[in-house]
């Protein structure tokens, strides 16, 4: 049963053109993290939503905008699309506490032509 | 700021060999301990964590990692790989005991050979 569900696995759009990446989870975990992974990187954090908190990474671009209305649901916007945004997006929630790994989604493929 | 240091990107090794794979990091503090993988087209699963205690922890698929404080590793072993091991692997680290996010090694691309 998929448990953090990203929507679409596959996203193409244009430069410049504001784009917005889904994530949703079953897990009622407090906690959902946003990640950029581009080709042969580490996955890098660029925010996350402790509940209705919400913690930016200080290297992260102001491009990068998100939302989470509920518990199940946080968005990733990117306002104008650079070609240096296509990357893998991978979304994961967590408990709060030391011993609470953090759940993946799939991810969403995002492509800029 | 915490890094992460895996020192090997590609490993190639034929089923039944050994495995073990680096990971160093640094942080002066406490820290949290985790490895990755991810199969072909899948997301990323935990395969072991570590976090207090018995510095030596079992994970899934017969895997096992030892924390060694004074070297600051975390080091995947197994003991016998099998094809189906094929994966990216990531070792990450965060501190604390609240909300904080992963910071990830650069993976270890392993191939396992019939």
């Known amino acids: 049963d998929a448990m953090v569900i990203q929507n679409p696995r596959y996203q193409v759009t244009q430069f410049g053109k504001p784009v917005t990446l889904s994530c949703s989870q079953t897990?009622?975990?407090?906690?959902m993290y946003w990640y950029q992974q581009k080709s042969s990187q580490a996955p890098k954090l660029l925010f996350h939503y402790y509940d209705k908190d919400f913690n930016n990474e200080a290297d992260t671009p102001d491009n990068f905008q998100s939302r989470r209305p509920n518990t199940s649901f946080c968005f990733l916007d990117i306002r104008s699309p650079g070609l240096g945004d296509a990357a893998m997006y991978l979304c994961?929630?967590?408990?709060?506490?030391?011993?609470?790994?953090?759940?993946f989604g799939d991810g969403t493929r995002l492509s800029i032509l | 700021a915490q890094s992460v240091s895996q020192h090997n990107h590609h490993v190639i090794l034929s089923e039944a060999a050994s495995l073990e794979l680096g990971c160093n990091y640094s942080y002066g503090g406490t820290v949290n301990l985790f490895w990755y993988v991810q199969y072909p087209g899948q997301h990323l699963q935990l395969l072991l964590k570590y976090f207090s205690g018995d510095p030596l922890v079992k994970g899934i698929k017969g895997f096992e990692a030892e924390f060694i404080k004074s070297k600051f590793s975390f080091n995947l072993r197994k003991p016998s790989v099998q094809w189906s091991d094929t994966a990216e692997y990531f070792c990450a680290v965060n501190s604390g005991g609240g909300a904080d996010g992963l910071t990830f090694g650069k993976g270890t691309h392993l191939i396992i050979q019939p």
């Open positions: 897990l009622n975990h407090n906690v």
């Open positions: 994961a929630t967590s408990r709060v506490g030391r011993n609470q790994p953090q759940h």
